[in-house]
Nanobody
Framework: VQLQASGGGLVQTGGSLRLSCAAS????????IGWFRQAPGKEREGVSCISSADGRRLYTESVKGRFTISRDNAKNTVYLHMDSLKPEDTGVYFC??????????????????????WGQGTQVTVSS
């Protein structure tokens, strides 16, 4: 049972990237999935979350209008499409969920149940 994040890279300000979070060993159909990031010297923050019950999408204020989270249950994958990237978006991006079925996201853009299943992270670097 694992999540694997990929798709990071080095882009210039204003560029785009699409991150993927692929699940293996379980189906994502019943799981809310969150994307988190950690910048150097900063605490990890919840960036976005997509529920499994109703497809509701939540975003932290700094990425609203620029990032889009989506899911493809047939591919067992959740995506984070990032446009208009800024240097402050630089960090390691992780996808994560709870160890059991969790259908909703909380107000902090995270799966509503305790998150303990983490992908390995993918580095996003935005140059100015």
């Amino acid at each position: 049972v694992q999540l694997q994040a990929s798709g990071g890279g080095l882009v210039q300000t204003g560029g785009s990237l699409r991150l993927s979070c692929a699940a293996s060993g379980f189906t994502l159909d019943y799981y809310a999935i969150g994307w988190f990031r950690q910048a150097p010297g900063k605490e990890r923050e919840g960036v976005s979350c997509i529920s499994s019950a109703d497809g509701r999408r939540l975003y932290t204020e700094s990425v609203k209008g620029r990032f889009t989270i989506s899911r493809d249950n047939a591919k067992n994958t959740v995506y984070l499409h990032m446009d208009s990237l800024k240097p402050e978006d630089t960090g390691v991006y992780f996808c994560a969920t709870a160890p059991g079925p969790t259908y909703y996201c909380n107000a902090g853009q995270q799966p509503a149940q305790y998150v303990s299943l983490w992908g390995q992270g993918t580095q996003v670097t935005v140059s100015s």
